[in-house]
């Protein structure tokens, strides 16, 4: 019997680790990308442990540490946009969002690639191929959207600090931020409690990885 298809839009960070992680699960998956090309753009991203968990499900968290190596060269301009009133749903359908499109957040945390990675693990992992696909989708909602919304708002609360110009609102700021890390050195450390200690759903693969086997189609 043939495998059935999931076609992923989007070869975004979330995009594509859900195509990897989908395709594991024994789907067979299309990626569509409306960019011609994909081109470094100068920019990098932190992976917190909760995403490089969450690759190390896939057998891709030692790849992506070994690439761990920055280059202070170039900095980036852009605006940045975040959905603050989180969406009521994940899914509709056989439609699923994932990342930035479910639940774009302010960059202060920098979590909005470590949650679209975290989705793409835990969306596979309720979607079997011969399941209840809406089942499986309600259960990826149920599962993504308090957490997400929670980090959306906490990025969204660090965002307003980062961004205040007043003179003495920032000069608080930073001297209680200067106090803290002197006095209590793990304050900042702890902004990532129940966010980087997440832990990937246990893997309930029945089948064994085929990523080795057949490669994702990639069209454009
Ligand atoms: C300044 C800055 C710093 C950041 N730092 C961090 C960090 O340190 N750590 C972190 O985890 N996150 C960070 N982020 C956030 C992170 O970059 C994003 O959350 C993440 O890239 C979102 O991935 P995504 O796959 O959901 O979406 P995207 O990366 O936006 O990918 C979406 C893809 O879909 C394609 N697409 C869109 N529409 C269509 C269509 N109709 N048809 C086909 N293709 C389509 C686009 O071309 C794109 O390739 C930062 C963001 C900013 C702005």
């Known amino acids: 019997m043939d495998k059935p298809r999931a076609v992923v839009i989007g070869s975004g960070i979330g995009g594509l680790t859900a195509a990897v992680a989908l395709h594991d699960r024994g789907w ?33 968290g030692d790849e992506i540490r070994a690439l761990a190596a920055a280059d202070p060269g170039q900095v980036l301009r852009n605006d940045v946009h975040q959905l603050i009133d989180p969406l009521t749903s994940f899914h509709r359908g056989r439609t699923v969002l994932v990342g930035d499109s479910a639940h774009a957040m302010a960059p202060s945390l920098g979590q909005g690639g470590n949650q679209a990675i975290e989705d793409a693990i835990v969306l596979a992992h309720h979607l079997t191929p011969d399941g209840d696909l809406g089942a499986g989708a309600a259960a990826y909602t149920a599962d993504r959207l308090p957490r997400t919304t929670a980090v959306v708002r906490k990025s969204a609360r660090t965002a307003r600090l980062m961004r205040l110009t007043s003179a003495p609102a920032v000069a608080t700021r930073d001297a209680l931020t200067s106090l803290a890390s002197r006095f209590v050195p793990t304050l900042i450390l702890r902004t990532f409690d129940g966010i980087a200690d997440w832990q990937p759903p246990r893997p309930t693969y029945a089948a064994p990885r085929e990523a080795d086997t057949a490669p994702v189609d990639a069209e454009q």
Do not use: F, K, Y
């Open 28 to 60: 067979r998956v299309t990626v569509l990308e409306r960019a011609a090309s994909l081109e470094p753009v100068g920019a990098g991203i932190a992976l917190a442990p909760n995403s490089q968990r969450a690759l190390d499900v896939i057998g891709m």
